[in-house]
């Protein structure tokens, strides 16, 4: 147990629709991080949080949106769903020693588009 | 544009024996690399890391050796349980600031099959 914790772990929706998917990150870490995995595909990183600002951003579509709250647990959303949205969509944390860290991840949201 | 590849997508490897599971990166800002296992239907799992000013790192049964002046990572198992069966990521990333590293660029993955 990574101490990341994902709600929900499975979705199932049609396209067009919206979801939210939640993250809790392990306790006194900071940074947020947003991954997605398409079939047979590594992890492509979407967006990053640092202590409730955004601070950086990857191959995250203009549909998609996220935010961390001041109780530091992030929520990412998805709007407009497409087929190709389905994937597993990880959350990560991560505390900075020393200007590197390691990235803990949650058990990730399996995403279905019908 | 893959800056992290995996060229071997399976591996098989007898119970018993050395798994050794190798990683190639192009970008050269790249100082900190990481190993991760997944099973399916879970999340990655950190094994091991190592920072680009050593090259080597050991924990337990694993071992990460970094070769800078090649780009070249890879992670020897030893010995090889059937646990260690999975799908194995090489992961690299580099400071932005002192809120820590960027985000992790991933390898595709190699998928670790051990035979008892």
């Known amino acids: 147990d990574s101490g990341v914790t994902q709600t929900p772990k499975h979705l199932i929706t049609a396209t067009g629709q919206r979801v939210t998917l939640r993250c809790s990150p392990r306790s006194g870490d900071l940074s947020v991080y947003w991954y997605q995995q398409s079939l047979d595909q590594g992890l492509q990183f979407l967006i990053q949080?640092?202590?409730?600002?955004?601070?950086a951003k990857g191959n995250i579509l203009e549909r998609f949106s996220a935010q961390q709250f001041p109780d530091l647990h992030s929520e990412l959303n998805l709007s407009s769903l497409e087929l190709g949205d389905s994937a597993l969509y990880f959350c990560?944390?991560?505390?900075?020693?020393?200007?590197?860290?390691?990235?803990?991840f949650g058990p990730g949201t399996r995403l279905t588009v019908l | 544009d893959q800056q992290v590849k995996q060229n071997s997508p399976s591996l098989s490897v007898q119970e018993g024996r050395i798994s050794i599971l190798n990683c190639d990166y192009t970008?050269?800002?790249?100082?900190?690399f990481l190993w991760y296992k997944k099973y399916p239907a879970e999340g990655p799992t950190f094994l091991i890391s190592?920072?680009?000013?050593?090259d080597k790192n050991e924990d337990g049964r694993f071992t990460v050796f970094l070769n800078k002046s090649a780009k070249h990572l890879s992670l020897h198992i030893v010995p090889s349980q059937p646990g260690d069966s999975a799908v194995y990521f090489c992961a690299a990333s580099h400071p932005i600031s002192n809120f820590g590293n960027e985000k992790l660029t991933f390898g595709t993955g190699t998928r670790l099959t051990i035979i008892p």
């Open positions: 190592i920072s680009s000013i050593k």
């Open positions: 970008n050269s800002m790249f100082d900190y």
């Open positions: 949080y640092y202590n409730g600002e955004e601070r």
């Open positions: 990560a944390s991560s505390v900075v020693v020393g200007g590197t860290d390691t990235q803990y």
